[in-house]
């Protein structure tokens, strides 16, 4: 069986029509469910085409392989979760401070819908291919906005504390994914991630230096 040509990286086609966007959008989701359905070992490029319904060929027309399709699937999702992360920092369900906190946390930890397996593939993917840095930047942007808001007592904050905070609340929701934690879309988790996030915010606001904690004062 002859081997289908693949386009070289720069050749890809980008989809500006409708129906290339609708195929691409197929494409994504057959890969979401392949890898719901069996993870990275289940996750070819024949599979993915096979549940999306189009040729390899056709694939290979918009990925050029196993690692794109995973990129385009994280950012997608990625895209996905700062839209409810946005409409979050609106207040558009909850205006009060917290209830936004607790909407952002939300929208990140159910991220792909409930389909657990593909989230942690695609996780694991993400490592693999160093793009954390890169999928955490957005999220780390929001938590600089929200640190913007005018909360009594709490001045914007400061470059180290947006890394700290976005690092701690991606990296237990991270944690919890890839150890496949049973709690980890459960109301206690939740209430968890907003208490990690208010108890620093309110510290902050406090104002007291950790370095002050637990010294004696010198005679």
Do not use: C, W
């Not at 946005?86 to 917290?98: H, I, N, Q, V, W």
Request: net charge positive; aromatic share 6%.
């Amino acid at each position: 069986m002859a081997r289908t040509r693949q386009l070289p990286e720069n050749k890809r086609r980008i989809p500006r029509q409708a129906r290339a966007t609708e195929t691409v959008a197929a494409i994504l989701e057959g890969a979401a469910q392949v890898l719901e359905g069996g993870g990275l070992p289940a996750f070819t490029t024949n599979a993915v085409a096979d549940r999306a319904g189009v040729s390899i060929g056709t694939l290979y027309q918009y990925f050029a392989d196993k690692s794109a399709l995973l990129r385009a699937l994280a950012e997608r999702e990625m895209t996905a979760t700062l839209a409810a992360v946005g409409k979050a920092l609106r207040g558009e369900t909850d205006f009060t401070f917290e209830g936004r906190v607790r909407a952002i946390v939300r929208a990140i930890v159910n991220a792909f819908h409930g389909r657990q397996r593909a989230r942690k593939a695609v996780v694991q993917a993400v490592m693999a291919q160093g793009m954390t840095v890169e999928m955490l930047g957005p999220i780390a942007s929001f938590i600089a906005q929200a640190g913007e808001e005018p909360r009594p007592g709490l001045a914007r904050l400061g470059p180290e504390q947006v890394f700290v905070l976005s690092r701690a609340l991606m990296g237990a929701i991270r944690a919890a994914v890839l150890e496949e934690q049973p709690f980890l879309r459960s109301r206690a988790f939740e209430d968890e991630l907003v208490r990690l996030v208010l108890s620093y915010l309110d510290a902050l606001r406090a104002g007291t230096p950790p370095s002050s904690a637990g010294q004696t004062t010198a005679s």
